[in-house]
């Protein structure tokens, strides 16, 4: 494997990883806008 | 393949599998606890409205007929908790047609609202309510009351249980009121300390205004609230209203706690061992003379009405 691609392999992965992070985050936020205390209760795992 | 690209293809790897790792973990321990298990409708009215609506045989309403209003029909509106009531008063005293839902809310020209309960005290002094059922007032509404220069009037109407809530995994079922005003102002802040497992107590809170909150406020008295934000990691404890607990929202894994060990029950309610009982209200405008108003409030402290209220499943005033 090339350096090169190596890099743009590299960055492509990181990138995305990066993407996916932000956007859970943002999924998250998102159903904590909707979810009431009954189901954040209801679904902690014991 | 030589030992260069071996240890790119490694690194490589290594570097999605630690992204996809972390966002398992994310999920996890964060993201999977606002999950709500039910449809859309039921996440956005927090019950399903459907089940409670007037003018509907299939409803689960109580269904006692009154004698029926006719002219300027008051505009009903109020909490989450208290809506089969408010709605069977509607089936009992209005002409068929004063409620219009489209299925998913509401219709603007509808007699009967569901705002909840911070909503409905902002449109009763706006004057788009005419009568809200909600639980008493906080000092913020209070507030809003006198700066509009609006003077409401509270009729008691009924009684419910305030009552503490755990995941019905947990095995603490009993907590003493002093341990509950410990835990939310910090200074319990582990579950073993109470009789649980080893991990920390997410003591949640609720909006300002919400009735819940409301009643959570005058149950801690001139004890703060206090939070820390790394108890999110812990097991929660929450408190909402009896029935909304055990009968509207139909949620599951969801426990109510004995306080000062006794159960959240009607019986206890009635019999006034219960601790945390508090009042709930029909509200108007002093200034609004609709006579309307005065037939349905006369209409619900009768024996009909109170029977709506117990019938219900909470404790009308008269059986307190």
Redesign the interface.
């Known amino acids: 494997m090339s350096d090169k691609l190596f890099k743009t392999l590299m960055y492509t992965a990181l990138l995305l990883g990066v993407l996916s992070v932000v956007l859970l985050l943002i999924y998250t936020l998102y159903l904590q806008g909707n979810a009431s205390i009954l189901s954040y209760i209801g679904n902690e795992r014991f | 393949m030589n030992k260069?690209?071996v240890l790119?293809?490694i690194?490589?790897v290594a570097?999605?599998l630690?992204?996809v790792v972390?966002?398992i973990v994310?999920?996890n321990i964060?993201?999977?606890?606002?999950?709500?298990?039910?449809d859309a409708l039921t996440?956005?009215k927090?019950i399903k409205l459907d089940d409670f609506l007037p003018f509907d045989k299939s409803s689960g309403i109580v269904n006692i007929k009154g004698e029926t209003l006719s002219g300027d029909l008051p505009v009903l509106d109020g909490a989450t908790a208290l809506f089969p009531i408010y709605s069977a008063f509607m089936n009992s005293t209005y002409p068929e047609g004063s409620c219009i839902w489209n299925g998913a809310d509401f219709s603007p020209d509808s007699y009967l609202q569901k705002t909840g309960t911070t909503k409905a005290y902002q449109r009763i002094l706006d004057g788009n309510a005419d009568i809200i059922f909600v639980a008493g007032p906080s000092e913020k509404q209070l507030q809003a009351e006198k700066d509009a220069g609006v003077e409401l009037v509270y009729v008691p109407i009924g009684y419910e249980a305030f009552v503490f809530?755990?995941?019905s995994?947990?095995p603490v079922d009993n907590l003493t009121t002093s341990q509950i005003k410990d835990i939310y102002t910090g200074k319990i802040r582990n579950w073993s300390d109470v009789g649980g497992?080893y991990t920390p107590i997410n003591a949640?809170t609720?909006a300002e205004g919400s009735g819940s909150q409301t009643a959570m406020l005058a149950f801690m008295g001139d004890e703060k609230i206090e939070k820390n934000i790394t108890d999110v990691f812990g097991?929660?404890?929450?408190y909402?209203f009896r029935y909304y607990?055990s009968d509207l929202?139909g949620?599951?894994?969801?426990k109510t706690l004995a306080l000062d060990g006794v159960a959240p029950t009607v019986e206890n309610i009635r019999n006034g061992t219960y601790p945390e009982v508090d009042a709930f209200y029909a509200v108007y405008r002093k200034d609004d003379d609709n006579p309307n108003i005065k037939l349905l409030i006369d209409f619900i402290l009768s024996q009909k009405g109170q029977d709506i209220v117990s019938g219900s499943g909470y404790v009308g005033v008269e059986l307190k």
């Open positions: 260069k690209t790119q293809v690194s490589l570097l999605v630690f992204f972390l966002d994310i999920f964060i993201t999977y606890r606002y999950v709500n298990h039910a996440a956005s927090s809530i755990v995941n995994g947990n497992i949640l609720r097991k929660s404890i929450g909402s607990v929202s949620k599951e894994n969801i």
